[in-house]
């Protein structure tokens, strides 16, 4: 087998992007993933929509969202911990993507329904990430790129900032090739539990990996080590609460969990610790993952009434039901005592519910309850009652690999000649922190196509 | 171990369920608009949710949670098993129907076989006629084939009322007729919500395939019921008997029929033969084969 003029290392959707690109650009590509084919595509074959940027309607999108208000979303998240110039650049490239990734066999379909506050910002995917991975799969076969699963890439070997070969683990055996260009888009570490702990303290142990299993930073740590310039904050990770009987990794997006706001959420002790009713869900999720992982156990328990039941999406597992709160408490193996006496405390602390509204910020709190709940706050009384548990769900993390405007690491202060990043694993050099729905996908779309073009074109160059 | 229709519904209950928290499928076909309505599912929702299904799996290449993930998700085939078991039980006559999904070639081979003997046996008889009616007398050809006409078409009136009793059909619209009829005539729902098609027989490629060969058998199918309709007016009412001209209205209409009814069912038993079949109804590829060769 002839040797590739640029290697592909992972097969999620900033590696597809960047090897198509590449391929269309006359170079021969080869992509490293190392997940079995079944599972190839990453955390990307999880995803639903990416967040696009246009002046008019624009295939499923209505309306417009121009770049200074998706730049003030992107900013309203992140606290300002944002790369402005990258930023932009990724939003003014998001309207052209439409059409490339529609070229290249992707189908949108209307915002899906229980989302419809993002049918102007974010295009869905008809059948989800896992139709979009296959449909550059496909493309990518008609390209003439070659794909090998179960491929999982151990060492760049690097001299005088530049990467000389590639080592990878296959069917047991070690690999090299030698590519004249190395594209990096193998994700972040998330799904090495051991690297969590190191970086976030043995609770992280406890955290469920809401993507794949086979994200675990190999190839990070292998050029962080060699001193190529990093990004992000190493300790921090994006975790939001979702259903506690998911599974370990890979639940994906059925395992979220949207009833908080109209419950109470109490500790594995039965005490509150947060206001349930801060905001809309939307804008809550992230925070409840941390505020779960502070918790003991890094548990926590939402108890509904029947009232309640239909205000939410479902989630894939039934709730636990009981016919009271003593019951509902020794089913959830919460202490029976104190879980009741919160319920109560909190039942006494609610008004008046006249002005009632699932769907906005209705200002009905408690009153004189430490800490309060500001909205949506009815008592829990009406028979039957449901209990879920939460526990932090891990979506990324946010150390990663620092990249230029062209998608090029960095050694020092010298570009590696020929080593460029794509997605998740360079977002931090656009989020610091934070995290806007469907920008990942912007990211690694965007980054995908300049690392690709920039890795074909040094490649021709020294053919 | 025997599976019960309850477990069939139990399956297809719990995959909805996943599919009722993810809904990235909402626009490849009728049945996701039809599942997000609901919240838990009777055995009648799902057996209308097995009815809309059509087999064409966009769904299932699509789904993050095939197997080997263990939410082990496969709804073309839940969907289908239980397809099967409602149809068996609402179908008239019942025993029949069960014989014919299980082992529906052979009972196929046995009803053609059936004809060409009657065939046979009808043509010993003295027929005085013209062209094939000097083969079997018009009224022969009456007996046989006014039974088989509505006989299938009694069975399906009794089959569609136990349905709709099942699903709890309420009363219907004339508008949610025509846009029922205005789909079907498109075969809308085949065409993947994209209009691109299946993903039947080649993995994950979408393909027009099997859109275009069962428009061929409904095309067939009303050019043939055309031409035999044709033929019975000009029978009875312009007393203009058969055997027909090859520029005749009945000939005109129904050896185009003919020919596009046997080559579309030829490409769907071929399109079938390619597709994977862990995600079709495990129990009845028989009787799906045997439909097609009939
Ligand atoms: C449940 C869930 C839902 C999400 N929904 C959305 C959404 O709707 N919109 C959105 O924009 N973002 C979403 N995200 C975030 C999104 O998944 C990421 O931003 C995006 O997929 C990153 O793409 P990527 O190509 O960089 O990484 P990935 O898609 O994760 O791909 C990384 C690839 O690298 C491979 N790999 C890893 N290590 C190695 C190695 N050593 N050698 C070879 N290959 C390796 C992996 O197998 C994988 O194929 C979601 C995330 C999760 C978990
Ligand atoms: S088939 Fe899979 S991807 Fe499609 S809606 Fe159901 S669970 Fe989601
Ligand atoms: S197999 Fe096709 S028709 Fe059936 S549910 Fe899936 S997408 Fe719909």
Redesign the pocket.
Known sequence: MSEPDVLVIGGGNAALCAAMTAAEAGARVRILEAAPKAYRGGNSRHTRNFRCMHDGPLGPLIESYHEEENLSDLLKVTGGKTDEVLARMVIRASEACLPWMEARGVRFQPSLSGTLSLARTNAFFL??G?SLVNAYYRTAESLGIETFYDAKVTHLEMSEARVTSVTYERHGASHQVTPKSVVVAAGGFQGDLDWLARAWGPAARNFLIRGTPYNRGEVLADLLDQGVEQVGDPTQCHAVAIDGRAPQFDGGI?TRLDCVPFSVVVNRDGARFYDEGEDVWPKRYAIWGRLVADQPDQVAYAIIDAKSLDLFMPSVFPPIKADTLEELATKLGLPVKRTCATIAAFNAACGDVSAFRPTELDGVTTTGLMPPKTNWARLITTPPFYGYSLRPGVTFTYLGLKVDARAQCSLGNQPVTNLWAAGETMAGSILGQGYLAGFGMTIGTVFGRIAGEEAAARANHHR | MQTTTADLVDEARR?AE??NA?????GYCAV?PDLHANRVFTSGDLTQLANLCHNCRG??Y????TAPHEFD?N?PRALADLRQASWEDFAWPQPLARRFHRDGVALSLAVLLGFAALFLAIGALPGEGDGFYAQISHGAMVAIFLPAFLFPLLSLAISMRRYWAATGGGGLSRAAFRRAFGDAVRMKNLAGGHGEGCNFEAEDRFSQARRRAHQAVMWGFLLCFASTASGTLLHYLFNQPAPYPLWSLPKLLGLPGGVLMVLGCFWLASLKRRADPELGARAVRGGEMGFLLL
């Not at chain 2, 993810?22 to 909402?26: L, P, S």
Request: hydrophobic share 30%.
């Open positions: 059948g989800g896992k059925v | 995959q996943i599919c993810c809904r990235y499928c909402e996701f769904c299932y699509a789904c993050q949670y998700l709804l």
